[in-house]
């Protein structure tokens, strides 16, 4: 997947690299931040951009309120400087749990093709901290 993808974050938590995020099987892998306000996890889809119809997130396999997200935003980008937001989540407790699957919708006004797609936490985490914490995220729509 390197060669189609590169993946990056804000910073990262030892052995919780942003390329376990695409580990969809390995339920033993997470990517986790560490720390800081602006959290994210970064897909550059390099030689493609991406019309982003819907997304999922697995949290990780770490116990109820612990550093699972609560708020977050769906950022896309075509320069990777200046982002648009795609989708937004506040205060949504249905992935505050080991290895819960959800699954979210874009607005038909916000699928536009970017290049980047980026996840960002917004405020504090389940456990009060800004780390920025998933098992896995997808990303289904229109590649370009």
Same mark, same amino acid.
């Given at each position: 997947?390197?060669?189609?993808?590169?993946?990056?974050?804000? =910073?990262?938590?030892?052995? &919780? !690299?942003?390329? @376990?995020?695409?580990?969809?099987?390995?339920?033993? #892998?997470?990517?986790? /931040?560490?720390?800081?306000?602006?959290?994210?996890?970064?897909?550059?889809?390099?030689?493609?951009?991406?019309?982003?119809?819907?997304?999922?997130?697995?949290?990780?396999?770490?116990?109820?309120?612990?550093?699972?997200?609560?708020?977050?935003?769906?950022?896309?980008?075509?320069?990777? =400087?200046?982002?648009?937001? &795609? !989708?937004?989540? @506040?205060?949504?407790?249905?992935?505050?749990?080991? #290895?819960?699957?959800? /699954?979210?919708?874009?607005?038909?006004?916000?699928?536009?093709?970017?290049?980047?797609?980026?996840?960002?936490?917004?405020?504090?985490?389940?456990?009060?901290?800004?780390?920025?914490?998933?098992?896995?995220?997808?990303?289904?729509?229109?590649?370009?």
């Amino acid at each position: 997947i390197e060669d189609a993808i590169n993946i990056t974050a804000s =910073s990262v938590r030892d052995g &919780c !690299d942003p390329q @376990n995020a695409v580990l969809y099987e390995d339920d033993d #892998k997470k990517f986790m /931040s560490s720390g800081g306000s602006d959290a994210n996890i970064c897909f550059d889809f390099k030689d493609h951009q991406v019309i982003l119809r819907n997304y999922t997130i697995k949290s990780a396999y770490s116990d109820k309120n612990n550093e699972h997200p609560k708020s977050w935003v769906i950022e896309g980008s075509e320069n990777g =400087s200046s982002w648009e937001k &795609c !989708d937004e989540r @506040n205060e949504y407790s249905e992935l505050n749990g080991p #290895k819960i699957v959800r /699954s979210f919708s874009i607005n038909q006004e916000n699928q536009k093709a970017f290049r980047f797609i980026r996840m960002r936490r917004m405020g504090k985490n389940w456990h009060g901290d800004d780390d920025l914490m998933i098992g896995s995220i997808e990303f289904f729509g229109i590649l370009k």
